[in-house]
Each structure stands twice: as C-alpha cells, then as structure tokens.
C-alpha cells in the first residue's frame, strides 16, 4: 500500500524538541501519510499531537514508548501501539509510577554531578524538561547551558553514561510484565530498536523467542540507527515468531539527527504497516 509512515517519534512531551502539533506538522512536510507518537513512558501529548493529524490528513496511530529491563539489560524500550490515553488506567498508572522514578533519578544525577564538582540544581533540570518527565536529554542540556560539555554528544560522553560520574540506572518495568501489560489493554507492544541492546544474534533471538511467549507481537526492523545486518536479522526473527516488522525514524527534534520518516528499510513502512498493527488489537 502506498504511503510512507514513521511509527517511532517523540515529542517535548517526553524527551524530544518539538511539540507534538510540531511533530505532526514536521511529517505532513515530509510528505508522510501515516504517524505515530511514541513519548517515552507517557500519553500526555497524544491529544494535541491526533487533532493536528486530523487537521493535517495525516492518518493517526496513538503510541508510547516504554522503558524496561530485561535481566541484566537496563534499558530495553518497548512499543506500544493502539493504546487508549483514557480508558487504559492500568498504563497510565503506571506512567505515572515511572514518570515519579524519572524524577528521582533526576534528582540523584543532580547530586552525583555536584559531588563530581559540577554546580548543576534540580530547578535547571525541571526548566529543561517543562512539561515533560525528566530524563537524561534534559540533564544533558543543563549541563551544556552552564558550561560543563560544548555539545549534546559531548555531555553524555563525559557524564551521563554509564561509568561516567552523573550515570544513574533508571527503576522501570520488566519487560515481559510490560508485554503482557499492554496486551491486557489490548494493544500492540513491540521490540523497539534491537540493535541498541548490542546483543549477539543468539542471544537476541532467546530473548524475542521469551517475550513472544509473553504476547510480544512485533519488532522494529527498520530503525534509523540499524544496519544492514541488524534489519536482516530483524526480518528473520519476524518470520520465525510470528510478528510484525515495524519501523520509524526514532525523531527527537534537535535531541537526535534523526530526520522524520527516514529509516533503514523505510520503502517497507507504508500504510500496510499501519493496517497490520490494528488487526493486531484485541481491546
């Protein structure tokens, strides 16, 4: 089906630059037909960012982005898809548990920071973040502001990853609890970004193999930080479980340079994509 769709994008509600009318707006020019915003671990801008979609033409699919871990992986991203920013209370409560960990880690970057010498407050923090729950981008930006890095990159080189002195693990889901999570609201949850885990293909394929059991339905295959090797590996591990090879961009705005609606393999994100993962609810 003709059309070309991103299915993976963030808005200021979370930890991207944009807002999520600006979101919508920055697809409509790139001549895209289907988008979904995927915030990470909230739905507070999904009102704004579907009533642009609608003014736009631009066909809407409500998503979120939620942060797992997986054994000893800290940070493993689910998507979810079709969720219900209303009747989904389960979800949003707990959104709401993690954007309250997204705080307190903050808080505790904060402090590590200041042991390490780094004259950085919480108020900066929270200035940067507005609206949306704290996370890592806004502390990088805090500390760019005051001096401490020249770039973005350059500030989580030298103190936000791990083994550097502001890193701090973020508290979230279990990744098949959150599986099965959206499952039980009916919606669609997908392996997001697999390459990101920098795991080997055996030990990728053990864990889609586990989460498939858990009602995972889907795996991003065409991200835009993915090579060739990791989309090949990606459209096998769809065949042999069962799922669905999705893909976006990973837009942030001028968080990231992912530009909106260029992906690796982006010729297969069309419009079929998006009929695929609506046939996938079962609310």
Known sequence: MKGRVDLHTHSNASDGTCTPAEVVRAAAAAGLAGLSLTDHDTLDGIAEARAESEAAGVRWMTGIELSTHWGELSSVHLLGYCVDEVRDTALLAACAQLRGSRRERGAAMVEKLNRAGVDLRMQEIEAEAGRAAIGRPHVARALVAGGWAASLPEAFDLWLVPGRPGYVAQENLETGAAVELLRACGAVPVLAHPQAL???????DAMVRALAAHGLCGIEAYWSQ???????????LAQRYDLIATGGSDFHGENKPNRIGEAAGGLKLDLGLMDALEAAVTR
Do not use: H, S
């Open 226 to 236: 993915q090579d060739a090797p990791a989309v090949a590996l990606c459209e096998v």
């Open 198 to 204: 920098r795991l080997e293909p055996g030990g990728l």
